[in-house]
């Protein structure tokens, strides 16, 4: 497809586990970016890649988060020994060239629960 | 804490009405974004305005933004049921930040 795809929409695990969410971003588009949101509140920087400079982790929370992006395309968010607030949808967005002028393009999210 | 700051935080309309969502920030920035998202949905770009502008048009849409305040407006003239959604400012720091910091949204209700 042209736009963001996101795999799952939905995970839900068990606390503890480890989790590995997945974003394809338009073809083309060097910057990509990751979000959190938990429910009915806004989105919360979490990283950001363009090309090949070395990415803005600024927003992880926390160790156990980690991302990579591998040749300038797919991204994997992972999230080692989940905890319960780390349940919230996961989304990823990208854009051109990752300019302040230039609209992100979302995927639908990952749903992530942990219980 | 976040750049941006939306209000009201929710609003109940009937078709046909207008709808105003202002969003405030806090540091100077180089552009401004709204966003639209769906129930279950990634977020849609809407408009942007750039800091010298003052006014932009895009269809049923009208945005401004008085840098002098910090502050800007979303505007849906004529809104339909199908604008129900949540609508999300975001900012680009100037200063050479390349990411976009967004506000907590303003949930609007548009009632046939």
């Known amino acids: 497809g042209a736009g963001v795809s996101q795999s799952p929409s939905n995970k839900v695990t068990e606390k503890g586990k480890d989790v590995e969410l997945r974003c394809d971003p338009i073809?083309?588009?060097?910057?990509l970016y990751w979000y959190r949101q938990s429910l009915g509140q806004g989105l919360e920087f979490l990283i950001y890649?363009?090309?090949?400079?070395?990415?803005?982790k600024s927003g992880l929370p926390s160790d156990r988060f980690s991302a990579e992006r591998t040749g300038g395309s797919v991204s994997t968010l992972t999230i080692q020994r989940t905890q319960q607030e780390d349940s919230a949808v996961y989304l990823c967005?990208?854009?051109?060239?990752?300019?302040?002028?230039?609209?992100?393009?979302f995927g639908d999210g990952t749903r992530l629960s942990i219980l | 804490s976040q750049q941006g700051e939306e209000d009201p935080q929710a609003l109940s309309i009937q078709e046909g009405e207008n709808a105003t969502m202002n969003c405030s920030y806090k540091?100077?920035?180089?552009?401004l974004q709204w966003y639209r998202q769906n129930s279950g949905r990634g977020l849609v770009h809407l408009i942007l305005?750039?800091?010298?502008?003052r006014e932009k048009h895009s269809g049923r849409l009208r945005v401004t933004l008085d840098t002098s305040k910090k502050s800007s407006s979303l505007l849906i003239t004529a809104s339909r049921a199908a604008d129900t959604a949540s609508y999300f400012c975001?900012?680009?720091?100037?200063?050479?930040?390349?990411?976009?910091?967004f506000g907590a949204g303003t949930r609007l209700a548009v009632h046939p």
């Open positions: 967005a990208s854009s051109g060239q990752g300019l302040g002028n230039q609209p992100q393009h």
């Open positions: 073809s083309g588009h060097t910057a």
């Open positions: 890649f363009q090309g090949n400079s070395a990415p803005d």
């Open positions: 540091t100077s920035i180089n552009n």
């Open positions: 305005i750039r800091s010298n502008e």
């Open positions: 975001a900012t680009d720091k100037s200063g050479g930040y390349n990411k976009l910091i």
